[in-house]
């Protein structure tokens, strides 16, 4: 302890010594800093705001920047994406309908605009996709490989007509072609009920039979088995005249026994052989529940059957042989059984705008739009038409268009004009009382992508890759997609300002004056807020029409709750600290305590709930259009809602319209959030509590 | 507390009256719909709705002396039937009486014609509730579950995954979740059904109940699987930040012990009110998911009502909602005291 103490001493007495004597004399006095005058120097930092002081804060969360930058991202593209694609997207044209995203040329079906198509039914005679009757159009160009693209398969099928359709077959028809009877085959019904000695049994139906045919490699009986018994009994068809069926009748003898079971059975060799409308009727009671075609077995023929025999006649059963192996069965009620049926299909991939922008023959263009072209200079002006035409409902046909209309594509035209050549001319003349109506129109080749571009459906005049494909209209949906969301994010942000604007102002009064005042106003806002949103959204749009400003004032209405109980949270917080005291007693006024003392401790929270709102707002529109489409869809403008609510109908056939809806919508919502959560961090770094 | 109860009860009484009788005049001021159908069906609708005191028929004297004609049927023998609307109001203080008296809240235009709006919805109620039962009794394990997880694994990798995807899923709405689901689910791989299955193809083959729930189920479930997550991640984070935990550690409790009896308690608080709220949020949102997958439920049953102007029905279902709402969050308030018995009703 001593030592320690020495130790301490020490220094001190040395330094005393080195200072001298602690007064120096007058005379070595002076004044430094006598004739200077001496402020707080300026600090050469620049002081923090509260503001900059959370910006901070908030660049320290990359999440939230990461957020906030493909935030900007979008926002930006939903104001530019609607002004520089200039794809008119407020007409629909039906050619353009359904076009998949296209961004690269050739990676075999990655996002190419491609798609591979399954089981087509293909035409046996063409080796292509059988055409017309409402079946959709696939052009031999726009295969990938042409013919030798398609894989065929050739499948069997038993099922009923519309399973068989559904699985087998996209769109059209389905064509059945009939595999060749090799052998003998034998086929027999299930027992024939009620058919007792005197009773008198009817068969009839259709069958795709020569007459020389029966008796020879087809016959038709009646087996009779009697316990060990068995015997034939021949039926002889005969072909009715008049219903174009075959009918049988067999009357069962008055001594036969009565415990003898009935079955029909036919045999055949050979050939193809098309039946239907099977009637079986004993003493004219359908005998409904033998149902011959169920027990065709075997692999070889196709045989149509139906639920209840009687319900189908020869003529709603309409078979087209025009290509000889392909029929075609249409059905007006009940369900068809196709039994043992080779169906021939193709898949192969499909180039969607290739097909959509190829050229087509055979067009009808008026001649008011050749003189719109002349007009334009893609056409040049020599071009006249034929003089002294006779008048006819037949195209008159033109073999060298530059020599007799004097037809020539301009420069220009070579890259504008939707006719490429022409190939007849149509003119009809129709003498009225009075009055004479003349009309003239050229057939020739258009070029697709050309007219598109001249009627104004696309923004350049080149073949164009839809970025994220075009919807049932045929319009761009990368366009439609973003306007809808600006709508959105329009009716967000001014939703989230008037919000947060009467939240403010209702939660700060309650807030501060409470008492009664406080009681009245929260149980108005208990009203409002206990009235389900989408029962009041509903209301106000059924009541004022479905517009962008009911929508708003929709959103509006109770969308300010949650803002108005945190502010007056913030309030019962705040109010009764001493710096408001102070400055009441200052003689501050009401309002000024209330905006200019106790609000701007809030304005983190309330920039937050801004924040926080414009996706709830988003949300909300999103929902409701989507649920209600019919009666909540806006009028004129597309919100992103109902955007997608479009696509959603079309989800199984074109899922690339509601899985880029849905990602667009996800990556918004999320950004939204998360661009949210880093403000409330930064503005209140307290509230991040866990989160440390 | 029974005082404050009673009080809080009383004041639910009194707003869902408010609400009411907002919203019937309202939805009064609407154009009314007629039911779609032949003559007879409307003339039995407007007879029905002179009974209860909604319309008045004129004679034809009243209408040649110039009485306003809302509605006129001509039935099949040729006569015309006039009906005229009653005042808003005094169609308002009827719909009162009706309601009071003898618990008739009207009947169906649309959704099935002349069909008393009660029983409709009556019979529609279970198969919502059921699937809301079920998501939350699946939901909510998993989702604290998921958050202890979380918490315990605090600014490790498992965390930060486990936050991302709870970011995801409370973002993602949830038609985009059901959209996707129905794509993978049911038309690339055809696991499940497309639709809620007929309780007649539930009796050919009941695994076929269990295959329909899925989806309705997770889609319902993602949502508050996340919220209580996320929701236990962040209160437990808090708790063991505290200083009796730290206490509890110093006294030589193992982390395990320590964290069950003493974090976990204490981090349940908001948990437990939330299991509420998220019911009712549920039940709110299941909306959607009724329409697109075709579940008979109330949800879809209003949105079937307001698509097709059948407002007693929507008058109905609205009341439904309005009344779970009020007493949900009464229940959510009566709860906080339960679980924290620090918390005292009704003080101010």
Redesign the interface.
Known sequence: MKKKEKKLENPAAETSEEKGPRFAKEDDFKFVQLDKSIHDTKFETKPTTYFKDAFKRFCKSKSSVVAASILGVLVLMSIFVPVFDRNDTSRSNDEMRFLPPKWFEDTNGFLDGTGYVENVVIDPKTGLPATGNGAAVYYEDAITGGKDGITTKESVVSDTYSETTLTNCSGGYVALTPTMLEDESTFSSPEIPNLLPGSVLTVSYGADIEDSMIGNNYTLYLRKEDGEDVSEIDLTPVRNATTGLYEATYACPEDSSSTAVYRLVYSMTGGDLWLSSLSIKVDGQEASNVVFSDDFTTQTTYLLGFESPASFILNNVVRTSSISSQYRWSFSNGTAYIKETVILTGSFRYDYYKGIYGDESGYEFSYDDLQEFVKRGWIADTFHPTANLVPSQNVHPITDAKAELGFELTELGEIYCPIRSITGELYSRFEGTGSITESRSFIGVRSRYRDFYYRGFIASCEPVSFFLGTDNQGRDFFKLLFSGLLTSLELGVLASVINIFIGVVWGSISGYFGGYVDLFME?LT??LG???W??LM??IV??LGSNFWTFLLALCLTGWIGTSSTTRAQFYRFKGREYVLAARTLGASDARLIFRHILPNGIGTIITGAALMI?GVI?SE??IS???P??LSFQGTTSFGVT?SNA?AY??NY?YL??SG?VV??IV??C???FGNGLRDAFNPSLK???? | MWKYVLKRVGLIIL??F??LS??YI??Q??PIAPPEGGAAVQISFFDQQVDLGYFRRLTAIEVNAGAVVDFQVVDSGGTTYYYQAVPVMERYITWLGNVFTRWDWGTSTAISVNRDAMEIILERLPVTIELNVISIVISTPLGIAIGIWA?LKKNKPTDTIISTLI??F????S??LI??M??WLT?YNRWLPQTWPSSMAVANDPTLYFKGLIIPVSALSFGSIAGFARYT??????V??SEFLLLARTKGLTKARSITNHALRNSMVPIVPMIIAQFISIL?GS??LE??YSIPGTGQL??NA??SRDYSV?MVD?AM??VI??FATLLVDLSYGVVDPRIRMGAR
């Open positions: 149980r208990e009203i206990g009235m389900p989408i029962v509903t209301l059924l009541l996706p949300f999103a929902t989507y649920l209600l019919n009666v997608l959603q989800i199984y899922p509601i899985i849905s919508m996800a919502m999320i939204f959030n998360l509590g866990g989160n440390e | 707003t869902a408010i609400i907002i919203s309202l939805i001021l609407l918490a970011m995801i409370i973002s993602v709405p038609f985009v959209s996707f129905l794509l038309y991640r962040a209160e437990l984070c808090e063991m930040n709110s909306m959607v329409q697109l209003f949105v307001l698509n929507v609205m909602y309005t709402g009020l």
